[in-house]
């Protein structure tokens, strides 16, 4: 297969999802004759119907409340949300019902909501945010973030398959990556991937800043420090055998989000680690990530996303302490 | 779908049916086509869910349930609605539907769990037709027309029937939900209860203007009902569940009715409203109301009131009998057995650890 972007991945995974199963529904925003304002649903409308792949009237919270609905009545929505920073108005309708409506009814909700999220495109406002941490604290919800073509394909298949309703972050920075992709390759959600084999310092990413880690562990090669990437794909569940199997070699780590530092993600990495691998540890866990600001204006936004000298300068101090 | 919505007025077939002021005309009563003993059922239903409510409301004194949410005055609503559709035909209901659910078959008993502290939702929504009570108001509007969408992508011969409060038509949710209604035309009947009552916020602080008339807004017609009268109910979700099911998209009702009780169990309505209001509506009551149309019609006698009123208080003590010895769920499947179909390890772990320290202690 030619190189694919991982825009076009994740349009072949809806593609196939919908030829797989007459159950599956594509909807959203601009989604149908548009094709998305990402090009992600391109074609679709076209291929499978405008019963199946519709565009939607302009209002987050009923595109996730219809899916209720539709799942009640059996189908499997994948609604797109257009943008991060617009995924607040269906806040309720996903923490209150998406989340809970099994629980309180018994009825499986295959529900996949995509959005594409994280900065780095020189966007305006609500355009560039991480809010994964409103989601992984939510009980009943999947929480998963690719970073690369080829899993962007496979996890957005097992994520459709999943009887349990998925929250699937596209790091919409990353969508024109290219790579060749395995369509075949299964990638389940809760597993993370060791991305780059190394034994000094593990590098926690998931998403957009894995991309960075691995230009740090290359930058790092340069200066004979060996950098383990380790590339989370799923943050709810979260893979903690693969993060304590790497700390077990590095016994340092340094966890990367796009998202404000302060009650992120990464903290709970941090804390997990804690619980189960405190005698692991011969260095403080590092966390590097947005400050506890709103997202800046885009001409300072690369001063706020973490980058390689910020991982280099964290890894230096891990391996330079004690 | 049609690229310009129409909004149907001409051949709306449930305006003819009504006064201007939203009362069933004699004539669409004469031909309601109901047996006198669906007649009679009617009324039977509507004594059982009231004093059902009432024994809820004593449980709750009596410590047995946490809190209850009483729907005295709105029986004419819940029962006339199930009457007017098909089993099959599903129920979106808010948090006070507790009759249209026994209405539907749900075991009141079962029901109570949920007021009990047991469950979240006790019953299957599937089997019923019934979606489970929801408390976030009008989150629920939504669900409906998601099913509605669904049974117009299936070509299904089924509508929604989606009910809330007038409160509710202050949330964006509904806004949201109407709106792709009209878009999608979906098969759905929205039924505004309107019991002039949010909590304490009477209906001309909680909206300026008319709420059926907003239908038209929407693209859909809407009308305002005489809301305490079981067979103006049951006539108007009738006739726009037909309308929806060969197609022809939405309905907004308004039903207008009187919240007699408090908003719960938790509520003090004397600080906010008065006994002449009260009394207003105490005559408008929808029992008795039918009670004194059915006796008028000779359809009913003093033996066979006697006869359903004995039946009624067999049935509810039975309730209480079977929700004092329902079952309580062991901890760990009522907390941990239904938040997800495929758990994962992590999850199942903690659950484990749970029980474990359940069992140690």
Same mark, same amino acid.
């Given at each position: 297969?030619?190189?694919?972007?991982?825009?076009?991945?994740?349009?072949?995974?809806?593609?196939?999802?919908?030829?797989?199963?007459?159950?599956?529904?594509?909807?959203?925003?601009?989604?149908?004759?548009?094709?998305?304002?990402?090009?992600? %649903?391109? =074609? *679709?409308?076209?291929?499978?119907? +405008?019963?199946?792949?519709?565009?939607?009237? &302009?209002?987050? #919270? @009923? $595109?996730?409340?219809?899916?209720?609905?539709?799942?009640?009545?059996?189908?499997?929505?994948?609604?797109?949300?257009?943008?991060?920073?617009?995924?607040?108005?269906?806040?309720?309708?996903?923490?209150?019902?998406?989340?809970?409506?099994?629980?309180?009814?018994?009825?499986?909700?295959?529900?996949?909501?995509?959005?594409?999220?994280?900065?780095?495109?020189?966007?305006?406002?609500?355009?560039?945010?991480?809010?994964?941490?409103?989601?992984?604290? %939510?009980? =009943? *919800?999947?929480?998963?973030?690719? +970073?690369?073509?080829?899993?962007?394909?496979? &996890?957005?298949? #097992? @994520? $459709?398959?999943?009887?349990?309703?998925?929250?699937?972050?596209?790091?919409?920075?990353?969508?024109?990556?290219?790579?060749?992709?395995?369509?075949?390759?299964?990638?389940?959600?809760?597993?993370?991937?060791?991305?780059?084999?190394?034994?000094?310092?593990?590098?926690?990413?998931?998403?957009?800043?894995?991309?960075?880690?691995?230009?740090?562990?290359?930058?790092?090669?340069?200066?004979?420090?060996?950098?383990?990437?380790?590339?989370?794909?799923?943050?709810?569940? *979260?893979?903690?055998?693969?993060?304590?199997?790497?700390?077990?070699?590095?016994?340092?780590?340094?966890?990367?989000?796009?998202?404000?530092?302060?009650?992120?993600?990464?903290?709970?990495?941090?804390?997990?680690?804690?619980?189960?691998?405190?005698?692991?540890?011969?260095?403080?866990?590092?966390?590097?990530?947005?400050?506890?600001?709103?997202?800046?204006?885009?001409?300072?936004?690369?001063?706020?996303?973490?980058?390689?000298?910020?991982?280099?300068?964290?890894?230096?101090?891990?391996?330079?302490?004690? | 779908?049609?690229?310009?919505?129409?909004?149907?007025?001409?051949?709306?077939?449930?305006?003819?049916?009504?006064?201007?002021?939203?009362?069933?005309?004699?004539?669409?009563?004469?031909?309601?086509?109901?047996?006198?003993?669906?007649?009679?059922?009617?009324?039977?239903?509507?004594?059982?869910?009231?004093?059902?409510?009432?024994?809820?409301?004593?449980?709750?004194?009596?410590?047995?349930?946490?809190?209850?949410?009483?729907?005295?005055?709105?029986?004419?609503?819940?029962?006339?609605?199930?009457?007017?559709?098909?089993?099959?035909?599903?129920?979106?209901?808010?948090?006070?539907?507790?009759?249209?659910?026994?209405?539907?078959?749900?075991?009141?008993?079962?029901?109570?769990?949920?007021?009990?502290?047991?469950?979240?939702?006790?019953?299957?929504?599937?089997?019923?037709?019934?979606?489970?009570?929801?408390?976030?108001?009008?989150?629920?509007?939504?669900?409906?027309?998601?099913?509605?969408?669904?049974?117009?992508?299936?070509?299904?011969?089924?509508?929604?029937?989606?009910?809330?409060?007038?409160?509710?038509?202050?949330?964006?949710?509904?806004?949201?939900?109407?709106?792709?209604?009209?878009?999608?035309?979906?098969?759905?009947?929205?039924?505004?209860?309107?019991?002039?009552?949010?909590?304490?916020?009477?209906?001309?602080?909680?909206?300026?203007?008319?709420?059926?008339?907003?239908?038209?807004?929407?693209?859909?017609?809407?009308?305002?009902?005489?809301?305490?009268?079981?067979?103006?109910?049951?006539?108007?979700?009738?006739?726009?569940?037909?309308?929806?099911?060969?197609?022809?998209?939405?309905?907004?009702?308004?039903?207008?009715?009187?919240?007699?009780?408090?908003?719960?169990?938790?509520?003090?309505?004397?600080?906010?409203?008065?006994?002449?209001?009260?009394?207003?509506?105490?005559?408008?009551?929808?029992?008795?109301?039918?009670?004194?149309?059915?006796?008028?019609?000779?359809?009913?006698?003093?033996?066979?009131?006697?006869?359903?009123?004995?039946?009624?208080?067999?049935?509810?003590?039975?309730?209480?009998?079977?929700?004092?010895?329902?079952?309580?769920?062991?901890?760990?499947?009522?907390?941990?057995?239904?938040?997800?179909?495929?758990?994962?390890?992590?999850?199942?772990?903690?659950?484990?650890?749970?029980?474990?320290?359940?069992?140690?202690?």
């Amino acid at each position: 297969m030619e190189p694919v972007t991982m825009a076009k991945a994740i349009n072949l995974s809806l593609r196939d999802a919908l030829a797989g199963d007459d159950d599956v529904l594509v909807f959203g925003e601009d989604v149908g004759t548009l094709g998305g304002v990402f090009r992600i %649903t391109d =074609g *679709l409308q076209k291929a499978f119907g +405008s019963d199946r792949v519709f565009d939607t009237p &302009l209002a987050e #919270s @009923a $595109i996730i409340g219809i899916c209720i609905g539709l799942a009640l009545r059996g189908f499997k929505p994948v609604p797109e949300i257009q943008f991060d920073g617009f995924i607040y108005p269906a806040f309720d309708q996903i923490v209150s019902h998406v989340a809970k409506y099994r629980n309180r009814t018994g009825v499986s909700m295959p529900i996949t909501i995509r959005v594409p999220f994280g900065g780095r495109i020189g966007a305006v406002e609500h355009h560039s945010e991480s809010p994964e941490a409103y989601f992984t604290h %939510t009980a =009943g *919800l999947k929480v998963v973030a690719p +970073s690369t073509p080829g899993d962007a394909y496979a &996890l957005l298949q #097992s @994520a $459709i398959a999943d009887p349990d309703p998925v929250i699937f972050f596209e790091p919409k920075a990353r969508y024109y990556l290219k790579e060749e992709i395995d369509t075949a390759k299964e990638v389940p959600i809760g597993q993370a991937r060791v991305a780059r084999g190394g034994s000094g310092v593990t590098v926690i990413a998931y998403g957009p800043t894995v991309s960075i880690a691995l230009d740090a562990a290359k930058a790092a090669e340069k200066e004979n420090i060996s950098l383990e990437v380790i590339d989370l794909r799923s943050l709810s569940p *979260l893979d903690m055998p693969t993060i304590l199997a790497s700390l077990q070699k590095t016994h340092r780590a340094v966890v990367v989000h796009e998202a404000p530092v302060f009650g992120g993600f990464g903290g709970e990495i941090v804390a997990r680690i804690a619980d189960d691998g405190f005698d692991l540890l011969e260095a403080p866990i590092a966390r590097i990530g947005g400050m506890d600001t709103p997202y800046p204006p885009a001409r300072y936004e690369k001063l706020y996303l973490p980058d390689v000298d910020r991982i280099l300068e964290a890894a230096d101090l891990a391996l330079a302490y004690g | 779908m049609a690229d310009v919505v129409r909004v149907v007025a001409a051949d709306d077939p449930v305006r003819p049916l009504f006064s201007p002021a939203g009362e069933l005309t004699a004539d669409a009563r004469g031909t309601l086509g109901l047996s006198p003993h669906e007649l009679r059922d009617l009324y039977h239903k509507m004594v059982w869910i009231r004093r059902t409510d009432q024994e809820a409301l004593n449980l709750q004194r009596q410590g047995e349930l946490g809190l209850w949410g009483p729907y005295q005055g709105q029986e004419a609503i819940h029962v006339g609605t199930v009457a007017a559709l098909r089993p099959t035909d599903w129920i979106f209901p808010s948090y006070r539907e507790f009759g249209m659910g026994m209405c539907r078959g749900i075991d009141p008993a079962e029901m109570l769990t949920l007021f009990r502290g047991l469950s979240h939702g006790p019953w299957d929504p599937r089997r019923y037709h019934f979606a489970p009570l929801v408390i976030p108001v009008a989150s629920q509007v939504p669900h409906a027309v998601g099913m509605a969408m669904g049974s117009r992508f299936k070509h299904g011969d089924d509508v929604v029937l989606s009910t809330f409060g007038d409160g509710a038509t202050s949330k964006g949710d509904w806004h949201e939900a109407m709106n792709f209604a009209g878009v999608f035309r979906a098969p759905v009947v929205f039924l505004c209860q309107n019991n002039r009552w949010a909590i304490s916020v009477p209906l001309a602080k909680q909206t300026a203007g008319s709420i059926a008339e907003r239908a038209q807004g929407y693209g859909f017609p809407g009308i305002r009902i005489d809301g305490n009268d079981v067979l103006a109910v049951l006539a108007a979700v009738r006739a726009a569940a037909a309308r929806a099911r060969q197609g022809d998209g939405p309905y907004l009702i308004e039903a207008m009715t009187y919240r007699m009780g408090p908003h719960t169990t938790s509520d003090d309505p004397t600080r906010y409203r008065s006994e002449t209001d009260l009394e207003r509506w105490n005559v408008k009551d929808p029992i008795p109301r039918y009670r004194e149309w059915l006796q008028g019609q000779g359809l009913i006698d003093e033996a066979s009131l006697a006869a359903i009123n004995r039946e009624v208080e067999t049935a509810v003590e039975a309730t209480r009998n079977r929700l004092k010895s329902a079952p309580v769920p062991a901890a760990g499947e009522a907390i941990f057995g239904r938040v997800y179909q495929h758990p994962p390890d992590s999850f199942l772990e903690e659950r484990q650890e749970f029980e474990s320290s359940l069992e140690s202690n």
